[in-house]
């Protein structure tokens, strides 16, 4: 089993910065991607970005350019750096870890609201 703990949500203005984190505890395997996706009201929850334990990295197109992923090994946390935040970015993140053995687990999510 793993646990997935986010911070770092909050209310920030049209352009603004935020960073999530997410640690992750319990039985973590070497080989993982953990990741960010959101949902918004009314939509499906998407992949935000993600990251291999290798460094390999993928983003939605939306966020390209603006959001970078990051994780740091020995601390088993995985950071999303958010810049030039817009409206469309307002959403519940959730943290997400993955491996071949054990498949999918979730963190509770954490709110993030872009308005002036």
């Given at each position: 089993q ?12 049209p ?13 973590l395997?070497?080989i ?8 918004a009201?009314g ?7 993600s ?21 740091d ?5 995985v ?7 817009n409206?469309?970015?307002?959403a ?5 870890y993955?491996?071949v053995?054990q498949s ?9 609201t872009?308005?002036?």
């Amino acid at each position: 089993q793993v646990q997935l703990v986010e911070s770092g949500g909050g209310l920030v203005q049209p352009g603004g910065s935020l960073r999530l984190s997410c640690a992750a505890s319990g039985s973590l395997f070497t080989i993982n991607t953990m990741g960010w996706y959101r949902q918004a009201p009314g939509k499906q929850r998407e992949l935000v970005a993600s990251m291999t334990n290798g460094g390999f990295t993928h983003y939605a197109d939306s966020v390209k350019g603006r959001f970078t992923i990051s994780r740091d090994g020995a601390k088993n946390t995985v950071y999303l750096q958010m810049n030039s935040l817009n409206r469309d970015d307002t959403a519940v993140y959730y943290c997400n870890y993955w491996d071949v053995i054990q498949s999918d687990f979730w963190g509770r999510g954490t709110q993030v609201t872009v308005s002036s």
